[in-house]
């Protein structure tokens, strides 16, 4: 390949993964917005970070965030619903805990407004029956405890092939823990 070609091939390659195109603009993105409101009225939001997926293997960090006036306590594991395009419920199994991310298991923690807590949902999009249908969600309904209040729908692809498994670690803080 002639060096002026290699070089015009390698600027298109750049523009390209930089997410420009040669000669257009940049459009909206035609996705709902992945914002929740301003604060719900049990004052805490719930939110999703987006799927990073590698050789079939999934995560998902889920961050609840105290956007309250008061202190907010959570302890364990967040409820989690897989939802179809039309939000009804799929028949998926949800575990504590999971062989792709360590966890800790539940600690109690006392959230101050504005501290927050993070999860990890993971799972792997694989075949392991082919005569059952791929399970394939649009959206998450979370709450902040198994069997908690109103839940909050994120929404986001969640591929499970075949096994409809999907694992979650404990609600926890990142960085060192805060004396006690």
């Known amino acids: 390949m002639p060096r002026a070609l290699s070089a015009a091939v390698l600027g298109v390659v750049a523009l390209t993964a930089a997410g420009c195109s040669a000669g257009t603009e940049a459009k909206p993105d035609p996705r709902p917005s992945r914002t929740a409101p301003a604060c719900p009225e049990d004052g805490v939001v719930i939110k999703g970070s987006g799927v990073d997926a590698a050789m079939g293997t999934r995560a998902m960090g889920i961050t609840l965030t105290n956007c309250g006036k008061h ?3 959570v302890n364990g594991y967040a409820g989690v619903q897989v939802l179809d395009k039309d939000r009804k419920p799929l028949d998926v199994r949800i575990s504590h805990g999971s062989d792709v991310v360590d966890d800790v298991g539940p600690e109690p923690v006392t959230l101050q407004p504005g501290e927050h807590v993070k999860a990890v949902l993971m799972w792997r999009n694989r075949v392991t029956d082919a005569t059952r249908p791929a399970v394939n969600g649009a959206f998450l309904a979370l709450t902040p405890a198994a069997g908690g209040s109103r839940p909050q ?5 969640i591929d499970l092939g075949s096994t409809g498994e999907l694992g979650i670690t404990a609600w926890h803080r990142e960085g060192p823990k805060p004396r006690r």
């Not at 729908?153 to 692809?157: C, D, G």
């Open 153 to 157: 729908l994120v929404r986001e692809l």
């Open 71 to 73: 202190p907010y306590k």
